[in-house]
């Protein structure tokens, strides 16, 4: 197989052309991604499964006397 034609200047055109090639196909790539719609805002089944408030345990948990806004002695 000959390569007499793969000079130096062909070599380095083809190395550019495909850093083009490349970076075109990175745009599209990001134009696509960034003006596709978003999903729906629409809670998972475990977000609203837990709405209920829980009973405070001091012994546990001290710290939970703020949420109360009682004043600790």
């Known amino acids: 197989m000959?390569?007499?034609?793969?000079t130096r200047d062909v070599f380095d055109?083809?190395?550019?052309?495909?850093?083009?090639?490349?970076?075109?196909?990175?745009a599209v790539r990001l134009y696509t991604d960034f003006?596709?719609?978003?999903?729906?805002?629409?809670?998972p089944e475990w977000y609203t499964d837990d709405t209920?408030?829980?009973?405070?345990?001091?012994?546990q948990n001290p710290r939970d006397d703020h949420a109360n806004n009682k004043e600790t002695d």
């Open 2 to 6: 000959n390569l007499d034609f793969l």
């Open 13 to 26: 055109a083809l190395i550019i052309g495909v850093i083009i090639v490349g970076l075109a196909l990175a």
């Open 35 to 43: 003006t596709r719609p978003l999903p729906a805002d629409e809670q």
């Open 52 to 59: 209920q408030p829980h009973p405070i345990d001091h012994e």
